[in-house]
């Protein structure tokens, strides 16, 4: 059956998340530290109004693009908190999770042969899209030294003649790092000299605990060169809902809703309920979820510190990244071997671009994060007997 599975599928790498979350499962009295997934459940009024239209009978297809209500409502919601003014009849598709908004967002302006810079480390899904396309992604390296930002010297460095795309997302998983105006405008003149376009996926934007997320859309040089993907997973946890969506100038949108609409059709019209009640009547549990990640932020990156695991402070996510080259291990040996021996699972940096590293989710309770720290400390010990 090998022959029968096309080139591009069988050169793209299984999940490294998953690898280590799955073998988590079959292990007890695990602390999984490994997937990128809010411990809070979706808020009762939002799960209430799904419920109450699905008893209304609401359960038919919407606009492939997604109810006007809902865009709409992302519209008003962006150009509020971020100042990205969408039109939400044409510049707005709403998509299932930002999973498909990142994929038909690739898909629609990458052609084969066509190099895409993608800044790492970063989340999985990114370059295997991109060689999926037909395209090419290429590696810039956001390092420690700078907290993980993206550079305009990083970014010049990787550029061809066949640069067409930029990939970023910001807050980053796996990093925490996080971008500032000024960053983005030196990253603009670049991408504006080069004729490129950004990516930027938002998905963690409203997860920042030192000050506010700047969204590049908002300059006007990256206004017309930018996708701007955002969703609901992370902010109003709803990761199961499976909601998202793509931002971006008519031409844009027009080519990825083509492919939108035959892979997708549209998002299911409960989630979009969902959605909608989550931007009109979210922001109290919003913000009481972040106030809570910022203060396991600050225990958790303390402890890890504390344990000779150089961290930096993350600005934003829910992730740290701390540096194991001081275990004299390898991050895949580390994280294989803390979850055999401890029973944390964290995930290798390598499988994200960042080598030398491991990702640890802090979507977790208070508790679990000191028994992690607990376990990483007899861990840690074991190795210098």
Not at 304 to 324: E, M
Not at 350 to 375: F, N, Q
Request: one cysteine or more; charged letters at 20%; hydrophobic letters at 40%.
């Amino acid at each position: 059956m090998r022959d029968f599975i096309s080139e591009r599928a069988r050169v793209i790498p299984p999940s490294g998340i998953r690898k280590f979350f799955d073998i988590a499962l079959t292990m007890d009295d695990v602390i999984s530290l490994g997937v990128g997934e809010p411990d809070f459940c979706t808020p009762w009024n939002i799960c209430e109004a799904s419920i109450y239209s699905i008893e209304q009978g609401v359960t038919n297809y919407t606009s492939n693009k997604g109810t006007p209500q809902l865009r709409a409502a992302i519209s008003r919601y962006l150009d509020a908190r971020f100042h990205t003014p969408y039109d939400p009849e044409s510049e707005i598709i709403v998509t299932n999770g930002v999973s498909e908004a990142v994929d038909i967002a690739i898909r629609s302006v990458v052609d084969a042969g066509d190099e895409v810079l993608v800044a790492e480390p970063c989340y999985v899904s990114y370059s295997p899209c991109v060689t999926l396309a037909g395209g090419t992604p290429v590696p810039v390296p956001c390092t420690a030294e700078t907290e993980f930002r993206l550079t305009a010297d990083a970014l010049m460095e990787r550029i061809t003649g066949r640069s067409k795309v930029v990939i970023a997302n910001f807050p980053n998983n796996p990093t925490g790092g996080t971008m500032s105006e000024a960053d983005y405008r030196a990253v603009a003149d670049v991408i504006v000299d080069h004729d490129l376009l950004l990516i930027s996926d938002e998905v963690y934007a409203e997860l920042t605990y030192d000050g506010q997320h700047f969204s590049p859309a908002s300059l006007p040089d990256l206004a017309e060169r930018t996708i701007t993907l955002n969703g609901f997973s992370k902010a109003f946890a709803m990761t199961g809902w499976r909601i998202g969506y793509l931002c971006a100038p008519p031409q844009i949108t027009t080519a990825a809703l083509k492919i939108h609409q035959y892979v997708a059709l549209c998002a299911p019209v409960m989630a979009q309920i969902a959605a909608y009640e989550a931007l009109r009547n979210g922001a109290a549990e919003m913000n009481a979820m972040v106030r809570e990640y910022h203060v396991r932020r600050n225990l958790f990156v303390d402890g890890l510190n504390r344990l000779g695991l150089t961290c930096h402070v993350p600005k934003g996510a829910f992730y740290a990244f701390p540096s194991v080259e001081s275990t004299g291990m390898t991050d895949p040996e580390f994280a294989e071997s803390l979850l055999r021996e401890q029973h944390v699972a964290v995930v290798p940096g390598s499988v994200l671009g960042g080598p030398g590293h491991v990702r640890c989710a802090y979507a977790v309770s208070r508790a679990d994060l000191k028994t992690a720290l607990e376990r990483m400390e007899a861990f840690l010990c074991g190795l210098k007997t």
